[in-house]
């Protein structure tokens, strides 16, 4: 059992103040995800574009509603999100040979190769970032993350911005429609 003596004091700010860890995780994250967004820009996309294609790669063949449920958007925000990656060429819709109701969702060989781009950008920031870390540090970093995760109920694969995206741009949010 870890006494308080033997826990590390929390980090100090440059004005003394004492920084708490989820005021560091806050700060982390948006410095991580503006960084990111910089760095697949390269590649036009956007960080929630970059995450479906990541996500059907994963899952090929979900109908597209199941798909806007798993990434918490509502259906009408989700087609014209997807359309614009159908009209680039980098995901299909394919009839549901099942249930011709529905149409499941496929990343494409140019889809494919635009991911391939995305994990070598990606493996780059995670490195970049984490520089101040040696590999163990980063291991242990992730595990404490990642508890810290599934205890908020977090998924490991969907981002929950998802659910505040707005696809074509109005300024209307999810709740909006």
Wanted: net charge neutral; no cysteine; aromatic share 6%.
């Amino acid at each position: 059992m870890t006494t308080s003596s033997e826990r590390p004091a929390p980090a100090a700010g440059p004005d003394g103040t004492t920084r708490r860890a989820t005021f560091l995780l806050t700060q982390l994250g948006e410095f991580a995800a503006q960084s990111f967004a910089r760095r697949i820009s390269e590649l036009d996309l956007t960080p929630p574009q970059a995450g479906l294609l990541r996500l059907l790669a994963r899952s090929p063949g979900h109908h597209q509603q199941e798909v806007a449920r798993m990434i918490g958007m509502t259906p009408s925000r989700f087609v014209p999100f997807l359309d614009t990656l159908e009209q680039r060429g980098l995901v299909e819709r394919r009839r549901n040979p099942n249930d011709r109701r529905y149409q499941s969702l496929y990343p494409t060989e140019a889809g494919r190769r635009v991911l391939t781009e995305i994990h070598r950008a990606a493996e780059q920031h995670e490195s970049e970032f984490l520089a101040a870390l040696d590999p163990e540090e980063q291991l242990l970093l992730n595990g404490l993350l990642g508890r810290v995760a599934a205890a908020q109920g977090l998924s490991a694969d969907i981002h929950p911005g998802f659910r505040r995206l707005d696809p074509d741009g109005d300024g209307r949010g999810p709740a909006d429609t």
